[in-house]
Structure formats: structure tokens, C-alpha cells
């Protein structure tokens, strides 16, 4: 059996995680694992962690260590294929938690202008269910408010405000950051700066490529 190729996809919040998450997928063989969509279902759902974490993701601030540690490591176990982890890890703690369960094949980190994010963030509307991600005027839904696929409501993130939007990205230069380092002095970190995800993805793609040359790993499109 192939191995499985493990990767995860950094960069401060609204840099376009999510989106070059959903292009990956498209692609190449990989699961999305998306902490945050998967924590803001539980939210919606009144469920899990999803009870426990509705405060801090409403108020811009991150779940503790522990608690984000055990969910992630049980939404990985029942992945039998190649994942790409969004969200995950966002401090040192959870950076050496993660390395400790799983040899990380490779670190994809967006590094976006903090004035770009802070533009884009205002015109970006969800599908909860599916986690996927529109803005009204970059990759706008075809119907206003509704989803392309299943035609459901999409709602706007409650930590798109602009004051929480502000709490993120100080959490992010604070905390987050640290984890760039550690994954860099792991030699597993490859880095993507651009101010948009089109001028992104050709070089994510390369990069990409450049790993599945090994045989062990599967891919879609090849
Ligand atoms: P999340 O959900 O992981 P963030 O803050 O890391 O939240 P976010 O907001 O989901 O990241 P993203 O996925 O990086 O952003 O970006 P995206 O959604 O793809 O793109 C943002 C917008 O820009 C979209 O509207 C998109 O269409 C648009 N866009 C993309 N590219 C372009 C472009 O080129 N041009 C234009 N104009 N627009 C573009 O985490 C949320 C919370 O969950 C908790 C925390 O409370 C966190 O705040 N949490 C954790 N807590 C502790 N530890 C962890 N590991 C945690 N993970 C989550
Ligand atoms: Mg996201």
C-alpha cells in the first residue's frame, strides 16, 4: 500500500487557507481535514467541542492546547489516505504535539499582506455544512447567499467583524508565528508569498508536483 503524504497548510487567518485547500483537493489525492470548519459545524450543532469552543472562536481567540490537540489527533485516525491539515498547529505546544503522533512530509505556508487580508475579509460568505468559502468579488456564488452545489443558505463568519478580525491577527503574530520557525529549522517548510491565491497556486502546484515524483504517493491528475 502507499504511504500516506502528510501535509499542513499555514498562514494567518483569511489568507486563504481554505481556498488553496480546496484546489489541492481538486488536484491531487489529499483529505482537507479543516479545524476550523470542522469546529464551527460542532458549533452550529450544539455538539462536542463545539460547546466548549464557541467562545473563543467568537471572540478571536484560540481553544486551549489540549482540548484542540485530542480533537485533532482523533479526526486523523480515521484518515486511511494522503492529508492536508488546515488550522493545525497554531502553537508550539501543538506543533510539538503533532511532530510527537505524525512525521510531517510538508509545511505549506501563505504568506499574504496583512492589508490584503484585512480587504478581503469583509466580502467572504460560508457554506457551513461543506466549509466552502466564497467573496463577492473574488470567486462570488452564482446565486447571492447560496450555495453553488446544494443551493443552501451561506452565512458570514461572527469572527469577520473587524475588532475580531484585529484579535486573530495579533494571536497570529504572537503565538502562531513561533510554529513558521519550527517547522523552517525542521527543513519540511516551504513558503508561498503573493497577494492573491491565482498568483499563489501555480507555485503551490510545482511544489506539489515536486513530491509526488516519489512513487509511494498517489495522486488525481499527474
Ligand atoms: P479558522 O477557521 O482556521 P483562520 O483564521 O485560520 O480560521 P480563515 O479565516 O478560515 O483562517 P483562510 O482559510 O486562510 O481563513 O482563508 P479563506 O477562507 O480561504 O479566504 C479568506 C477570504 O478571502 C475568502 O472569502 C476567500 O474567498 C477570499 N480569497 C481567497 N483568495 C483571494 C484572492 O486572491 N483575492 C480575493 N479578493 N479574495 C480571496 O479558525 C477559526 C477559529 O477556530 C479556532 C480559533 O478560535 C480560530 O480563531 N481554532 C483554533 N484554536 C486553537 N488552536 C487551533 N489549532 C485552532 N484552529 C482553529
Ligand atoms: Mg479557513
Redesign the pocket.
Known sequence: MARIFKAVIL?A???????ISARIIKKFNFEHI????R??LQVKNNEGLGIE?KK??DS????PDDL?TKFVSNELESVDKNWLL??????LN?AHALWNLHKLDVVINLDVPFDVIID??K??WIHLQSGR???M???APKVFGKDDITGEDLVQRK?DQPDVVKM?LEVYCEITKPVIEFFRTMNILQNFQGN???EIWPNVVNCLNGYLTDKQISAKQY
Open positions: 498562514g487567518p483569511a489568507s486563504g487557507k481554505g481556498t479543516s479545524v476550523g470548519d469546529l464551527r469552543a473563543y472562536i478571536g481567540t484560540l481553544v484542540m488546515d488550522g493545525f498547529p497554531r502553537t501543538q478581503r475579509v466580502g467572504r468559502v466564497y467573496n468579488e473574488f470567486n469572527d486573530r492573491t491565491s491565482d
